[in-house]
């Protein structure tokens, strides 16, 4: 039972790691589509963000959010993962279970 926990938080890490990498490759499509190439102070788009391999567009500050920040919570979640794993061993490799040679 205590395997099957630490699996599921060591998974649970690395999805959230892969829900991160997928909306910060969406909101980057979804904006070079949808958003604005100029300034546009009455609605708030006035911070400029470089989207889609150097476009420039401005977005709200609450849309920019996740482009500031994603990168901390990937960061955070692949580490402790990663750690977690090496600590608990929840999963392994091929090569952990085959035995090893005598010299």
Known sequence: MKHLVRKTIVIF???????????TIYLDEHFYRTMPRAPQPEVGRIYPEWIH??????????????FEYSWYLFAICAAGAYLLNRRWKAIRSREDEMPKKLC
Not at 13 to 23: K, P
Not at 53 to 66: C, D, K, M, Q, S
Request: positive net charge; glycine residues 12%; proline residues 4%.
């Open 13 to 23: 890490l690395l999805g959230i790691c892969a829900a991160t990498l997928g909306t």
């Open 53 to 66: 391999h150097g476009t420039l567009v401005y977005l709200t500050r609450i849309e920019r959010a996740p």
